[in-house]
């Protein structure tokens, strides 16, 4: 797969046409953000309710027995450096951020070094405002070479560039305190194939409910450190 391709299949896939962003009513709202490209933006589904934004917030306010809300950063083109510039344009008074980024990184051939020195200034931003502790969960870039047909070369070389940005992110995670790396779901534990196509619903949900797993027990901890004040 190219980025031409890459337009063409997001262009010709369906999208909900409203944004990503919802709230659970409850006491002591989570107040979350993505940052995200095509998976953020509910790709291959009919509505956000079923996308891993949705799924990931819900299964937050789930765990905490608290409110939720989220908002996102979202477009099907945005790359790690592209949302560190528009970061500087949005409330920085979060309890969590969650970075869903990379297929379009990988076609555009972002480095490693490249990668790791946005994701340094997303978690600098974020961190300069209110929330100087905010946690910053960045999942693995999705096997994108496993979605649909493609020379076992391009297969290969996707896959060498997925790795190698993942490699990036975990090594910011084991570096940077607060920071949390969330490796892809398993498509082998579940079916998620049905006729040939991919169940992108199943996808979404796996997806949501491992982000949500961190992410919530992330949040769980600084909550008890605060109480505990």
């Given amino acids: 797969m190219n980025l031409l391709a890459f337009r063409v299949d997001a262009a010709n896939t369906l999208f909900p046409p409203d944004k990503p962003e919802g709230e659970v009513v409850a006491p002591d709202p989570a107040r979350l953000l993505f940052i995200g490209d095509a998976a953020a933006s509910s790709y291959g589904l009919l509505h956000h309710g079923l996308g891993v934004v949705s799924q990931t917030s ?22 790690m450096a592209r949302a560190a510039k528009e970061l500087a344009n949005v409330d920085h008074d979060l309890d969590a951020v969650v970075i869903v980024l990379g297929p379009p990184d990988v076609l555009f051939g972002t480095t490693a070094t490249e990668w790791t020195t946005s994701l340094h200034r997303i978690i600098d931003t974020v961190r300069g405002g209110s929330n ?3 946690p910053v969960i960045v999942a693995a870039v999705p096997p994108m070479y496993r979605f649909r047909a493609m020379p076992r070369f391009i297969q290969r070389l996707l896959a060498l560039q997925i790795t190698r940005l993942n490699r990036a992110s975990l090594a910011v995670a084991d570096a940077v305190p607060g920071v949390s790396y969330v490796a892809f779901p398993s498509l082998d534990m579940c079916n998620t194939f049905i006729q040939n196509s991919i169940n992108w619903k ?24 605060r109480d505990s004040i």
Avoid at 214 to 221: G, I, K, N
């Fill in 58 to 79: 819900r299964y937050v306010a789930r765990e905490l027995a608290s409110g939720c809300s989220w908002t996102s950063i979202a477009d099907v083109e945005l790359t």
């Fill in 132 to 134: 100087p502790r905010c």
């Fill in 202 to 225: 199943t996808i979404h949900s796996l997806w949501g409910k491992q982000l949500g797993a961190v992410t919530s027990r992330t949040l769980a901890a600084q909550r008890s450190a």
